[in-house]
């Protein structure tokens, strides 16, 4: 059984549309966007009956940039680093998956996430064989990671209108405008449909 880490960007709700996982699982790790992330989540998977899972784990004291509403740390690659965000997230789902059968993680990670450590096919490849050593021998794939967003949605034959719920702003529950995750939600919208807003 596979699960997907739906966190109700662009890139998670085009691996949800494609990829057809039996579980979406979204976390509020404390992040600012939770809540708004949550409500695109929950949408998207309703539209696609998949089974949803919240998990709420409160990580708001080792959170950092644009994600926490703090200072990035000064070792953070980007300004919305998050310390070890995917590691934690695959573990948190993992953990919860196993009460639920569940085979495979999946995560929406596509090329640009590379400027992350945690983004890199090195760190999926690492992160795969490390969670299969533990009980259950869970899985960990990025299927979109040699893609862009835009590839991704293409290949995926996301529908606009499903696309239409992502919430991609780093800074909170109502779009910012100018954080990266804004900008690139912008850049992408703009690409695949030359009319963006």
């Keep these: 059984m596979k699960a997907l880490l739906l966190s109700g960007g662009m890139d998670s709700i ?26 695109a989540a ?6 696609l009956n998949l089974r949803h899972e919240i998990l709420k784990i409160d990580c708001t004291s080792i959170g950092s940039g644009d994600m926490a509403g703090t200072d990035p740390l000064e070792r953070a690659p980007v300004p919305e680093w998050w310390p070890f ?32 450590a945690d983004g890199r096919p090195e760190f999926y490849h690492a992160l795969d064989r490390l969670v299969a050593l533990q009980e259950g ?32 702003c780093h800074t909170g529950n109502l779009a910012c405008g100018g954080c990266r995750g804004c900008l690139k939600h912008y850049e992408v919208t703009k690409d695949l449909y030359d009319d963006a807003y």
């Design 14 to 39: 085009a691996v949800a549309y494609w990829k057809r996982p039996e579980i979406a699982i979204t976390i509020n790790y404390g992040q600012k966007a939770a809540e708004a992330e949550i409500a």
């Design 85 to 116: 965000r995917n590691q934690l997230l695959v573990t948190f789902a993992a953990a919860r998956g196993m009460s639920l059968g569940v085979t495979e993680i999946m995560t929406g990670s596509v090329a640009s996430d590379k400027s992350h």
């Design 42 to 47: 929950a949408q998207v998977a309703t539209e």
């Design 137 to 168: 021998e869970i899985k960990v794939s990025a299927p979109a990671l040699s893609m862009s967003t835009a590839e991704l949605v293409r290949i995926a034959k996301v529908p606009r209108s499903l696309l239409a719920w992502s919430h991609s």
